[in-house]
């Protein structure tokens, strides 16, 4: 049960921090007025 655990809060962090950097990226594309930036530049 711990096993279990451990894995769905390493997945929800994964996609919290997934879900983040494409926040901080969505916000910095509005800031630079672009719609071309990609987010491996």
């Given at each position: 049960m ?17 879900g ?22």
């Amino acid at each position: 049960m711990v096993v279990f655990w451990l894995g769905y809060a390493k997945v929800s962090f994964c996609i919290m921090c997934i879900g983040v950097i494409f926040y901080f990226w969505f916000v910095c594309r509005k800031i630079k007025g672009q719609d071309t930036v990609h987010p491996l530049d």
